[in-house]
């Protein structure tokens, strides 16, 4: 009896040929039985209605207990065979015995509700020589199928490989569950909920409900504890196990397994373990015990699973908590938290810690500890607000110890500057802790540290540098080596965002290799802040080494948060050395997945506004960079608020509006000085001084332009030096010496080409040109340069700046190579103009804008505006998006 082969549409494609070779009256096929074996919901009606379907037109299908005419092909299909009663079954062998020509037969049925196991057609199966038999088996679905499933029924945006794997887990693979829970989850609204913390909030469906409690009811009452135990376990577990946890002693275990499995309620699941199918039908018969039972259940699973090496203490938590053990179930909660630190999964300590904080009064003694290892757990994990609501109300307890409140409040600091991103409220709960915490070294050389961190706008760089020497020493004295690694790494990052090279070799001192976890961790976060320093800085090539080791190291540590950070930080790499196809869509997954953690998100947020910019996206532009989930300006990272308003100020020149393109960059300049870390005005600097110019400012644009560059005397800042050379041009430029301007431009260009940073590269290059041009050098040189920059924006996706550049090069294109006179014929093909002004139209640009952009009328782009519309088919410059393509992201 051969056995169907390949899988999914391979197998069904086989299958297919199997029955039409069979049902093929010009051919000498042999008759073919195919028996479709698959637990209950595996999919075997659908299988079998596809079949049939795809050979209905070559036979005549004849029904269950219908004899066969005898004249021509004949398919006779028979669903769950299982039920059949014997008369049936005793007619179908006869038929089987002595099959006509032409003919086929296929059978579905439960092997688990077979009457003898095995044999599909009762104890007397039997199949004759002249009869192929073909058996193909349907098991769970892998996560391929259910991914591919969810996606249909979803679609791609609300399905994630998370919920995939959720969907996967919970339902054990079977196609029915798959299907209904999709069903159930479908029902609930779109808008901004993410679907796999619903998964777990579902009911059991009804139909996996009635399955598992006929199932469960079929076995004798004597034996049902043996289904109620593995229930209550959720877990494969050995026939021993099961009946301890049962309470059923000796054979009567035993026995109850052989009635359990019988009844298809149990499976063997291999390696001597018996269970469920999925955790949902576990839940299905665990609510079916009845209280005091059930309790009964739990309190020996806890007690079998406490006497194991090592305890699994998390799960003895449950059982313990399920059977009213409040005092066992804290105890059990506290080591399964220290358990999962140890292990690297902070992230699983702080839910089941905040679960237990949440959930009703907890003695006084036993509070402060769980608190307090929850807030540190918390500080490496994701965003929790339900962690930060728990903690908020234990600070607030007027009989907390000193001691305890600080070190709480230290962590509740850490954790509303870095997941919550409230910043300045942090800070606050910081420097409140540095208060409580005199006389404990450790927690305060942290409280310390975490306030010499330099992103925040509330402190100058100054003030972090102190903080920072301070930490080293409390540090030292602490003798902890976690927290010598946590100020450790928390000192590369001042130093490096300082560009003060010092830094560079305390990198490699960071305890990598530790044997303890909590080393680890710091360290891996202190890589991923040193990556971070390094890309402002502009040292790429080293950014992307630290980045590859620090998030490596932190997976393998459960530094879930300095993963996350890592990951963000990659995203502005990508930004600055031009890797700008595919990286939209990159940060909008980022964003989504950051979900509601805005100081995550930030550098996400951050380059899909730049990104807007060049594409002359230049809503979009507004709504990432100042939106209502945007870092604030003013008291958001300060790297990020220079780099934002040095795009809102260029952005605002675009549009002609000088007064707020000059109050913008006064604003941001003023934050800059206060801060006192000049590298970060790299991307402001060279905007900000324009617009000061523009509005008429010599002197001060001039004071700003040598304020930076004092800023920048003895620092490592590639970057920043580049947009030095460009704000010197730009400076010169607007004051007459043009000459020097394109010097500096220059300049300028070969210092981002060697970084390299292509984007800025072309558009200094492109300043150096149009200086060039102004002042009659050699012409045909700075028109070339003109060309090789629109041909860099055009393979990065920059729409606006190529726009802006080929119209520029137009105005100064000799005249052997420009357009005859006369139009020429495009036919319904878009003119190389017209598909300049319509990328430009579908990026959300004005014609007022366009026009400006492209020297051109207002009423000429209208016009090819209207031509555009007409040759795509299109009513509306939305609809041209996709008309045109999207750009390069």
């Known amino acids: 009896m051969p056995d169907g082969a390949?899988?999914?549409?391979?197998?069904?494609?086989?299958?297919?040929?199997?029955?039409?070779?069979?049902?093929?009256?010009?051919?000498?096929?042999?008759?073919?039985?195919?028996?479709?074996?698959?637990?209950?919901?595996?999919?075997?009606?659908?299988?079998?209605?596809r079949l049939s379907a795809a050979v209905a037109g070559s036979a005549r299908r004849t029904a269950p207990g219908e004899p066969p005419a005898g004249a021509g092909p004949e398919l006779l299909v028979v669903e769950d065979?299982?039920?059949?009663?014997?008369?049936?079954?005793?007619?179908?062998?006869?038929?089987?015995?002595?099959?006509?020509?032409?003919?086929?037969?296929v059978l579905s049925y439960r092997p688990e509700e077979l009457p003898a196991p095995g044999l599909v057609l009762g104890p007397d199966t039997d199949f004759p020589a002249a009869l192929t038999v073909v058996r193909h088996v349907l098991g769970p679905l892998d996560l391929t199928e259910v991914q591919r499933a969810a996606v249909s029924v979803?679609?791609?945006?609300?399905?994630?490989?998370?919920?995939?794997?959720?969907?996967h887990r919970a339902s054990g693979g079977v196609a029915q569950t798959v299907a209904d829970l999709l069903d159930l989850l479908a029902a609930l609204p779109a808008a901004g909920r993410p679907l796999a913390p619903e998964l777990g909030r579902l009911d059991v469906p009804p139909r996996l409900d009635a399955l598992v409690l006929r199932r469960t009811a079929a076995v004798p009452e004597e034996h049902r504890p043996i289904v109620f135990a593995a229930a209550v376990l959720d877990e494969p577990a050995t026939s021993r196990d099961l009946a301890v946890v049962a309470g059923l002693p000796g054979w009567a275990g035993?026995?109850?397994?052989?009635?359990?499995?019988?009844?298809?309620?149990?499976?063997?699941?291999?390696?001597?373990?018996?269970?469920?199918?999925?955790?949902?039908?576990?839940?299905?018969?665990?609510?079916?015990?009845?209280g005091p039972a059930r309790e009964a259940l739990h309190r020996r699973a806890a007690a079998l699973l406490a006497r194991r090496q090592p305890v699994p203490w998390e799960r003895v938590a449950g059982h313990r908590r399920a059977c009213g053990d409040a005092r066992g179930w804290l105890h059990a909660v506290e080591r399964a938290a220290l358990q999962l630190e140890d292990a690297g999964e902070q992230q699983r300590a702080a839910s089941l810690l905040e679960s237990a904080l949440a959930t009703g009064p907890v003695p006084e003694q036993a509070r402060s500890r769980l608190a307090r290892l929850l807030a540190r757990c918390a500080v490496v994990g994701?965003?929790?607000?339900?962690?930060?609501?728990?903690?908020?109300?234990?600070?607030?307890?007027?009989?907390?110890?000193?001691?305890?409140?600080?070190?709480?409040?230290?962590?509740?600091?850490?954790?509303?500057?870095?997941?919550?991103?409230?910043?300045?409220?942090?800070?606050?709960?910081?420097?409140?802790?540095?208060?409580?915490?005199?006389?404990?070294?450790?927690?305060?050389?942290?409280?310390?540290?975490?306030?010499?961190?330099?992103?925040?706008?509330?402190?100058?760089?100054?003030?972090?540098?102190?903080?920072?020497?301070?930490?080293?020493?409390?540090?030292?004295?602490?003798?902890?080596?976690?927290?010598?690694?946590?100020?450790?790494?928390?000192?590369?990052?001042?130093?490096?965002?300082?560009?003060?090279?010092?830094?560079?070799?305390?990198?490699?001192?960071?305890?990598?290799?530790s044997d303890l976890v909590g080393c680890r961790q710091q360290t891996s976060r202190g890589l991923c802040n040193a990556a971070d320093a390094v890309v402002w800085l502009g040292h790429y090539d080293t950014s992307r080494a630290l980045l590859a080791e620090g998030v490596a190291l932190a997976a393998r540590s459960g530094a879930a948060y300095a993963e996350q950070t890592g990951r963000g930080c990659a995203l502005v790499v990508d930004w600055a050395t031009g890797r700008w196809p595919g990286l939209t869509e990159r940060c909008r997954a980022f964003v989504e997945e950051s979900g509601d953690m805005p100081y995550l998100a930030s550098d996400a947020r951050m380059v899909l506004g730049l990104l807007a910019l060049a594409r002359g996206e230049w809503a979009d532009t507004l709504d990432h960079l100042t939106g209502p989930e945007a870092a604030d300006l003013d008291t958001g990272p300060v790297p990020i608020s220079a780099t934002a308003s040095g795009a809102l100020i260029r952005l605002a020149l675009a549009h002609d509006d000088v007064p707020e393109a000059a109050d913008a960059a006064a604003a941001a300049w003023r934050r800059l000085r206060a801060k006192g870390i000049w590298a970060w005005g790299?991307?402001?600097?060279?905007?900000?001084?324009?617009?000061?110019?523009?509005?008429?400012?010599?002197?001060?644009?001039?004071?700003?332009?040598?304020?930076?560059?004092?800023?920048?005397?003895?620092?490592?800042?590639?970057?920043?030096?580049?947009?030095l050379a460009w704000t010197r041009a730009v400076l010169a430029e607007h004051t007459g010496r043009t000459a020097e301007a394109?010097?500096?431009?220059?300049?300028?260009?070969?210092?981002?080409?060697?970084?390299?940073?292509?984007?800025?590269?072309?558009?200094?290059?492109?300043?150096?040109?149009?200086?060039?041009?102004?002042?009659?050098?050699?012409?045909?040189?700075?028109?070339?340069?003109?060309?090789?920059?629109?041909?860099?924006?055009?393979?990065?996706?920059?729409?606006?700046?190529a726009a802006r550049t080929r119209a520029e090069l137009r105005l100064h294109q000799p005249a052997a190579e420009r357009r005859p006179p006369g139009r020429p014929r495009y036919g319904d093909v878009l003119s190389p103009r017209e598909q300049e002004v319509a990328q430009l139209a579908a990026a959300g640009m004005s014609n007022r804008e366009i026009a400006a952009t492209l020297h051109l009328s207002p009423r000429t782009v209208e016009q090819h505006v209207a031509r555009a519309l007409q040759k795509t088919g299109v009513h509306s410059r939305q609809q041209l998006a996709r008309a045109l393509g999207s750009p390069a992201d």
């Open 6 to 49: 390949g899988t999914g549409d391979e197998a069904e494609t086989a299958l297919r040929g199997r029955l039409a070779s069979a049902l093929d009256p010009r051919g000498a096929g042999r008759p073919v039985l195919l028996l479709v074996e698959g637990a209950a919901g595996t999919g075997k009606s659908r299988l079998v209605d």
């Open 81 to 105: 065979v299982h039920r059949a009663p014997a008369d049936d079954t005793a007619r179908l062998r006869a038929l089987l015995a002595d099959p006509p020509a032409h003919f086929a037969c």
């Open 154 to 167: 979803l679609g791609a945006d609300r399905c994630t490989p998370g919920l995939a794997a959720a969907l």
């Open 254 to 290: 035993d026995d109850a397994l052989s009635a359990a499995l019988r009844a298809a309620v149990l499976e063997d699941r291999g390696d001597g373990r018996y269970g469920f199918g999925s955790p949902l039908a576990a839940a299905a018969a665990r609510r079916a015990a009845g």
């Open 382 to 513: 994701l965003r929790s607000d339900e962690t930060l609501a728990v903690l908020r109300h234990i600070v607030a307890d007027p009989g907390l110890a000193p001691a305890v409140r600080g070190e709480i409040r230290l962590d509740l600091g850490l954790l509303l500057c870095n997941q919550m991103g409230e910043v300045m409220e942090g800070r606050d709960e910081l420097a409140r802790a540095v208060d409580d915490l005199s006389g404990e070294p450790v927690p305060l050389a942290r409280a310390m540290s975490a306030l010499a961190m330099p992103y925040g706008p509330d402190a100058s760089f100054a003030e972090n540098v102190a903080w920072i020497e301070r930490a080293v020493t409390v540090a030292e004295e602490s003798g902890d080596p976690v927290v010598q690694a946590a100020v450790a790494a928390n000192r590369v990052s001042v130093l490096l965002n300082g560009g003060d090279p010092a830094a560079w070799p305390l990198i490699e001192r960071l305890p990598r290799d």
């Open 682 to 723: 790299a991307e402001l600097a060279p905007w900000a001084v324009e617009a000061t110019l523009r509005s008429g400012d010599t002197s001060t644009a001039a004071a700003m332009t040598e304020e930076f560059a004092a800023g920048l005397e003895g620092r490592d800042a590639p970057s920043a030096d580049a947009a």
């Open 742 to 801: 394109a010097a500096c431009y220059e300049e300028s260009a070969a210092a981002y080409r060697k970084l390299p940073r292509p984007y800025h590269a072309a558009l200094t290059s492109a300043g150096a040109a149009r200086c060039a041009l102004s002042i009659g050098g050699n012409g045909g040189r700075a028109v070339a340069a003109l060309a090789d920059c629109a041909s860099t924006f055009d393979a990065l996706g920059a729409t606006w700046d």
